[in-house]
């Protein structure tokens, strides 16, 4: 993957032009592909060790502590000491104004080792950033700087028992913490009650403590809240109370561990229901307070009713980290797939006069069928990590690039957000099980990867939104909600590589292919925008999600084929690389590219079948 | 379910049709139903609630033996009462002559229930209709009657480790067994000596015996062999040797549990490698041998080098029962899917005028996108179902329908039998994945049924031949290789259901889709017939298999429209059964069809791109 993360880092996004901007100056490509290199190596050499393990031997409760596998916490300690989880900070708060884009492809190399493993780093790396980017200094201190070295690990906690994707009916509640709630140097002091549920890295051992960083429903001075998503703050809670270094004070913090979700995979990432403020440990807040059942203490992170936007604020980068970790398992198992190819043998090859029946038997890799499973792999993972890329280039754009560009940047990373979070999920989740096809029965038994790799990648279609959320976001928010202005910022793009391709011989055709889709689609929103009844509009939002997907994926695999039938200069390892991405983007054009017409159908048609279906006719 | 079936059998496939023949003139629809009542019964309240049991308690190899959870020999003891095992045998020889279409549908219960469980039953039951089709008396008396007693369990040996698709290549060695090999009253004896893989069954205490249908290579009189298919012949190895009455002789024959495999799911069907004559239990032959080493004892049935073709006699039933499996697994997840749409609240509904966020939480079913994915699970499922049906109808006139139409039902049935096989295993995977995602993150727990209905599905593409090994008999041998014969006979079946829906007001605008549809799919034949490089026809028979499986859904869902929409006549829930189905097959023609157009593109364009792929490219 290391050749292919060269290509598609320094000749297709140009990352090296980054080091030209004043945030970025110190670094250059030396200083990236250490950031790299390093990766890769503990990747390799620590992590995806571990991974079976971690499915094995699934977190269990043994008096009253969560046990994990051994060599867990020690992962996770020679991971923070890469760095990794203050890259992105200002260097004046000990990070390294590293590019998001070489933040993200380096993370790359431990979601592919162990995704379950990885997903600690990656929470604490998001919770980090978002006490970074909103948290008052003293929060910094306090509750970023310990994640960001290691010390204390992060957790995202949203959903509760009865409220999943409806976020507007979180029922954990807030409540100012005493007079002197709006005095304390860590923030407004409050207390929290309620249960949150899914919370991934909710509790363990792996270090001196746990920053859960919750959605609640909080009241104001009299004691009032709002109904829906603008009656939510966003609070700071730690498992164990920290003075202003975010130092442990050895006083408990009343969060209570429920229980653990048993899952179907991801079995290395601890998954818990918590209730806080049930009164299990009743807490003396600094304020004088001693009842049982007071409420956790949370300290409020930006502004009452500010939550869900504060939580939207990195959601763009935890969607963009889902997908690459769903396009990841799919590069892993497309891996495990082409070295079983490679070294099994089975049946003999079909020429052109039919099927030799004599002679030794070939490698699995000799089968028509069996390249056109690596081909859709292939097209499904690296597409998909090309697609993260981009999204990461945009972030980095978006935050450094001049102003024009920083707005057009924003434009599009909002616009391609939920197909980089959906995208990857769905189609890497086919290319791991096309991984186990490949290995035939052996892929079946728990002897081989590729099972735990297919586990693994199914939840990726639900956590962070999920398939259907990311379909009306889509749909509803990012091409409709705005008259259409990102559709033509893209449009443009993808046209101005359409241009570029109908120049060469090789791609006028792909290039024609692409161009009647887009103009395929381009009718379709029109007929969308012009339909009043938003129910109708939305109600194929899930087949408008394929067909958006897909084609964005066409577009990135024409400008990835153009990048890539530039002259070759390493050699001959890299003409085979460059030849292998020009024929997978083949693959791509004649077998992926036509699903595109067949989900547009319904949506063009506006379709109603599905909203007219009754309850009682199922 | 049942209502479901009613409709199948009784109005679409006139079950009751049958009764008028010689061979079913003592059944009747009653009959019919005091069988599949039974069955419906006995698997909702013995099997059903042992589905998740099995699945948790793998069987495990306890000193030398197979240990598995309580309950499952009493469940098979209860199921071999029922008299399914020898349902379609003759009367004389213990059966009830039941159409095969009966036995079928009343099996698809138990597979719902459990699938892991119902394969014990099934494998037996296909194992003692291969011998009572193609054995000598005295075979049928010592090895299929004990089978359909439920005293003795079947196995079907024919992967080794070193060949599973490649069977030509199968090693495992048979020598006739001395001078008296050809006057054993059990048929001509020899000693096999090789390894068997992936044997379902292949040991377990669930009875007094079990026989292992094995294809080996025969040598002939002067010890020689022959490669390739044509040189395997089929041989019954019972695991205690028996004598003519199949009763155990107190002597063990010497086949060993080498061990067990450990797979993702279908994890109650105990699944074995095996050696065959390893000399672990040396077997004192009837002739007087006493050699270490000497070989399991084998009895071979029918004919020298006919092994093959005896195993594919029963091949059309055994993938029949594979595409049923999968239905089924469709459907428990379907009906598992829709309950909890039903239970659990969840946001609100999207009306003409956008989401309101106000008023309680409404049914997920409420959501236009939870129907669009309980409408596919349904489509998938029931189309799998019908499909099925079908072909065991088929199965049915072929054995007992006047000789024209006996002629014209083998054809269709050898056509369409990959497709029953393959497409419930595709597509039902695809809704049990549905299932899980409608249910959110509590599918992705082992909490809910339906994370095991899925990855229990996940063997049907790769056991009985795996899915490219379904294209390449559907195209190479099915369509192409009888000059285009049966596909002229579907087509025509096809268009007799087309002419019937353009009679219709409802039905025209499908039925002129589907028309389209065969139109192209006829050209693209036309194509592959005009060309010679054998390799370059069957590059995309993948792809291929993938538009005929979907044109012929279209086929069966319009028919089932045509089939719906008569009159009905049993009250509301009658009703509302075929206004629903009539719904599922609109979803099925706007959603559905549409995609056999992407996937006929590259077959069309004889596209070359996964044949041209090199090996060093990947």
């Avoid at 809240?225 to 966003?234: A, F, H």
């Avoid at 029109?526 to 577009?555: I, K, M, S």
Wanted: neutral net charge.
């Amino acid at each position: 993957m290391q050749a292919l993360l060269d290509l598609l880092l320094y000749d297709w996004l140009n990352a090296e032009a980054l080091c030209q901007r004043p945030r970025h100056k110190d670094h250059s490509r030396e200083t990236f592909d250490a950031a790299l290199d390093a990766a890769e190596r503990l990747a390799r050499e620590v992590f995806a060790p571990l991974n079976r393990t971690l499915d094995l031997e699934e977190p269990r409760l043994i008096d009253g502590k969560v046990v994990q596998p051994q060599g867990v916490r020690h992962a996770l300690e020679a991971y923070a000491q890469l760095g990794l989880l203050s890259a992105g900070h200002d260097q004046n708060a000990g990070g390294l104004q590293m590019p998001y884009l070489i933040d993200l492809a380096a993370n790359a190399y431990f979601s592919r080792a162990s995704i379950s493993l990885s997903a600690y780093a990656m929470l604490t790396y998001a919770n980090a950033n978002l006490v970074m980017a909103h948290g008052t200094r003293a929060q910094k201190q306090a509750f970023a700087h310990p994640m960001t070295t290691g010390r204390c690990f992060g957790t995202m906690c949203l959903s509760e028992p009865q409220a999943g994707s409806s976020l507007g009916d979180i029922a954990t509640r807030a409540t100012p913490d005493g007079a002197g709630h709006a005095q304390d140097p860590l923030g407004p002091r409050y207390r929290l009650r309620g249960s949150k549920m899914w919370i991934s890295g909710g509790e363990h051992e792996l270090g001196e403590n746990i920053l859960h960083l919750v959605l609640a429903r909080s009241e104001d001075e009299r004691g009032a809240v709002r109904p829906g998503v603008k009656g939510l703050s966003l609070f700071a809670v730690p498992r164990w109370l920290v003075d202003a270094n975010g130092e442990r004070t050895g006083e408990r913090n009343d969060v209570k561990l429920i229980g653990l979700n048993h899952k179907l995979g991801y079995r290395g990432t601890v998954n818990t229901l918590l209730a806080f403020g049930a009164g299990e440990f009743p807490v003396r807040a600094p304020g004088g307070l001693n009842n049982r059942g007071a409420g956790a203490i949370g300290y409020r992170i930006g502004e009452h009713g500010q939550g869900l936007a504060l939580m939207f604020h990195m959601m763009n980068e935890a969607r963009l980290n889902v997908g690459m970790g769903a396009a990841m398992l799919g590069m892993a198992g497309y891996e495990a797939s082409l070295r079983y190819a490679r070294d099994r043998t089975q049946g003999r090859a079909t020429g052109p006069g039919g099927k030799r029946s004599e002679g030794p038997q070939v490698p699995l890799v000799a089968h028509t069928d069996v390249r056109r499973m690596l081909l859709a792999q292939r097209a499904y993972a690296v597409g998909g990590l090309a697609l993260c890329l981009y999204g990461a280039r945009l972030v980095d754009e978006k935050h450094t690039g001049e102003s024009d560009s920083a707005a057009e940047a924003a434009t599009l990373l909002e616009l391609l957000t939920p197909v980089a979070k959906s995208w990857p999920s769905q189609w890497c989740l086919e290319a791991n099980s096309l991984a186990i096809q490949i290995h035939g029965g052996y892929g079946y038994t728990r002897d081989f990867p590729v099972e735990q790799f297919w586990r693994d990648n199914r939840l990726n279609m639900i956590h962070e939104g999920t398939h259907g959320i990311q379909a009306l976001d889509l749909l509803g928010r990012k091409i409709l909600g705005d008259g259409g202005v990102a559709l033509q910022r893209w449009a443009a793009c993808v046209e101005a590589t359409i241009d570029r391709a109908h120049a060469t011989a090789e791609l006028a055709e792909a290039a024609d292919a692409l161009a009647d889709r887009l103009a395929m689609l381009r009718v379709t929103v029109r007929r969308l925008q012009e339909e009043q009844d938003t129910a109708r509009v939305l109600a194929n939002a899930g087949p408008f999600l394929e067909a958006f997907g897909h084609l964005v994926l066409g577009w990135i695999w024409l400008d990835l084929s153009l990048c890539a039938g530039a002259r070759p200069v390493k050699g001959v390892e890299d003409e085979q690389l460059r030849r292998g991405l020009r024929q997978t983007a083949r693959y791509f054009f004649y077998h992926e590219l036509p699903k595109v017409d067949a989900w547009l159908a319904p949506v063009s048609a506006l379709d109603n079948t599905c909203a007219e279906m009754q309850d009682a006719w199922f």
